[in-house]
Structures are given as structure tokens and as C-alpha cells.
């Protein structure tokens, strides 16, 4: 299953996103991008009683991530053409949470406040802090889960390198076992209706449960045929993470 979206479309991850906020599980989605793409999403999405608000600034690449993760840096001046903006999806009965939103984004960029107001889990929350300044978020995860209990399946976000398989909104949880991010995914499944989104979870739930092996110089999915990504962990001792099903 194709998870990448074409601009007017949104991706498997993003639908999950999007299915929290209409169920009231998430108050407001935050999408990136180009301005011409943005026209085509919101026509179909304010047909359906979503509201979309433009930020006033657009976004640049600052860094990015080996693992293909890109970290933004905001630019004065709401996006037109091809330039990325950032767009923020709510129910009508929340409108001023995302204007609220995109005037904090603006202001303050990298305010713990705005993962708040997302509706992350408070604890990923402020374990992001240390990625946004710099540091590797796989280290970050790595540190913060315990090498002796199986982390939760829908934390295991390493499966986006082999698919784009995720059962979580697009943000970093604190650790692999974080059991908030854990019940926070079930509660958001469980308000799912489309056919076809239901199809993808399904398909989601087998590609998580393989466990994955960290190496030095490697990330290996321990399926019947293993998949193998090439990257620089740091780390000094192998590990393999297994999952559980849910917290």
C-alpha cells in the first residue's frame, strides 16, 4: 500500500490523523504543504465540515534526518505557489484552537505548547525537545525505552522505513514502549469507519509486529525475507525490539 500522498490527496497516516480529529481525539491537524496543493485539499475537505487555516508564514528545510525526516524553519509570509506552508485541519467547534495554533507557530516555533495543542502525550511532548535542538531522534527513542520489556506496536516507528506503516499520527513518541502513544493510537482506531482505511490499519498491524534488529550500521526488519536500511546508529550493543499489540 502506497502511504505518500500526491499534494491533493492525503496520506494513509495523515487519513489516521484526520479520523482522531473528526472523532474529537485530536483537536487539530497541522499539514504541510505547497500553497496550489493546499487549494486542492481544502475543497474537499471543507465539504465535509472541516475547517482549514492558513498559516501567515511558509517553511524551509533547516536539516534533516538520514532516515529521511525533514526539520522545518519558518519564514515570514503566508505561502503562495509552490512554497511550503503549513496548514492546520479542525471541526468547525474548534477554529480559534487552530487559529490559536498558527498564531503560536508563528511566534514562538519551537514552543513545547504547540505539540501540546496537537494533542501529542505530554511525555513525547517534552522528550522532543532534545530532537528539535539537534539530536538524534533514534537515539533519543532508544534512550528512553528499556532494553529488557517489548516496546508497543504502535510506537514502533522504525516501520516507516519499510513502508511507511504506522498506526500513530506524525510526531515522535517518547520511547518504543511509551504506553500513552499506545493508548492514544488504540482510542483512534477505534473511530475509524472507512472501508479502506480500516484495510491499510489491518496491513499496518502485520508490518509493526516484526521485530527489528539496531546494529552499528544497520536497521534490519525480521521479516520471512529481512529488509535491511544502511545507517549509522551510534549505537555501541546491539538491540532487538519486539512489540506488543497494545498497552
Known amino acids: 500500500m502506497n502511504n505518500s500522498p500526491d499534494g491533493g490527496q492525503l496520506s494513509n497516516q495523515e487519513r489516521l490523523e484526520l479520523a482522531a480529529v473528526k472523532a474529537g481525539s485530536k483537536p487539530v491537524q497541522r499539514l504541510e504543504r505547497t500553497a496550489i496543493e493546499a487549494d486542492k485539499l481544502e475543497k474537499k475537505l471543507i465539504?465535509?465540515?472541516?475547517?482549514f487555516v492558513a498559516a501567515e508564514f511558509h517553511v524551509i528545510e533547516h536539516r534533516s534526518h538520514p532516515l529521511g525526516d525533514a526539520f522545518m524553519r519558518t519564514i515570514p509570509g503566508r505561502a503562495s505557489g509552490s512554497q511550503v506552508g503549513i496548514y492546520y485541519v479542525a471541526r468547525r467547534a474548534n477554529f480559534d484552537a487552530a487559529r490559536v495554533l498558527a498564531r503560536l507557530e508563528f511566534?514562538?516555533?519551537?514552543?513545547?505548547?504547540?505539540?501540546?495543542?496537537?494533542?501529542?502525550?505530554?511525555?513525547?511532548?517534552?522528550?522532543?525537545?532534545?530532537i528539535q535542538s539537534?539530536?538524534?531522534?533514534?537515539?533519543?527513542?532508544?534512550d528512553h525505552t528499556s532494553e529488557s520489556d517489548p516496546g508497543f506496536m504502535a510506537c514502533n516507528r522504525l516501520a516507516k522505513l519499510f513502508g511507511g506503516w504506522t498506526l500513530l499520527p506524525d510526531y515522535f513518541p517518547c520511547s518504543f514502549g511509551c504506553s500513552l502513544s499506545a493508548d492514544w493510537s488504540n482510542q483512534i482506531l477505534s473511530s475509524?469507519?472507512?472501508?479502506?482505511?480500516?484495510?491499510?490499519?489491518?496491513?499496518?498491524?502485520?508490518?509493526?509486529?516484526?521485530?527489528?534488529?539496531?546494529e552499528a550500521n544497520n536497521i534490519t526488519q525480521l521479516t520471512p525475507s529481512p529488509q535491511i536500511v544502511f545507517h549509522n546508529t551510534k549505537i555501541t550493543r546491539p538491540r532487538t525490539l519486539t512489540w506488543l499489540k497494545h498497552s
Do not use: H, N, T
Not at 465539504?47 to 475547517?51: C, E, F, T
Not at 539537534?134 to 532508544?142: F, T
Not at 472501508?195 to 539496531?214: C, D, H, M, N
Open 47 to 51: 465539504d465535509k465540515g472541516i475547517v
Open 107 to 130: 511566534s514562538d516555533p519551537g514552543s513545547p505548547e504547540i505539540g501540546q495543542r496537537l494533542g501529542y502525550p505530554a511525555c513525547c511532548v517534552a522528550a522532543y525537545q532534545d
Open 134 to 142: 539537534g539530536r538524534d531522534w533514534l537515539e533519543s527513542m532508544l
Open 192 to 214: 475509524i469507519s472507512d472501508a479502506s482505511l480500516k484495510e491499510y490499519v489491518a496491513a499496518a498491524r502485520v508490518a509493526l509486529e516484526f521485530p527489528i534488529r539496531i
